[in-house]
């Protein structure tokens, strides 16, 4: 386990992070704490609307025969900040994108605000 403390975020206020292989623990003053874990889980908490602002269900991404992004469940609440770690390789930028809508899972759903 890796533990980070004392560092600044980009508008000067203090934060930590704790991170372990496949899991991430981020920390910023003035909010909760986040765990994700892709593919198994879900993280962090609705926000006052009572719907996050990003769900993932069951997404999928297929490239071949190769799964770039296998079974992810995930939250991220209004206002939250989240991170993602990982090797390369391990589906990081191909779960932005799906996010981002540049590309369609293949399985699952992407929600933004309620919205698919």
């Known amino acids: ?3 980070g403390t004392g560092g600044r ?3 000067g206020q203090a934060g930590s992070s704790v991170s372990q292989p496949g899991r991430c623990v981020s920390r910023r003053r003035g909010s909760s704490a986040s765990t994700g874990t892709a ?5 962090g908490a ?6 996050p602002a990003v769900r993932l269900t069951g997404v999928r991404r297929m490239y071949g025969q190769l799964a770039a992004v296998a079974g992810v469940d995930l939250e991220v609440a ?3 900040f989240f991170t ?3 090797p390369s390789g ?5 779960l932005l994108r799906l996010i981002a809508g540049f590309e369609r899972p293949d399985a699952g759903t992407v929600e933004l605000a309620g919205w698919t």
Request: hydrophobic share 25%.
């Open 1 to 3: 386990m890796t533990k």
């Open 9 to 11: 975020d980009g508008d």
């Open 39 to 43: 593919g198994a889980g879900t993280a």
């Open 46 to 51: 609705s926000g006052l609307s009572g719907v």
């Open 78 to 80: 209004e206002g939250e």
């Open 84 to 86: 993602m770690l990982g």
């Open 90 to 94: 391990s589906g990081k930028t191909t």
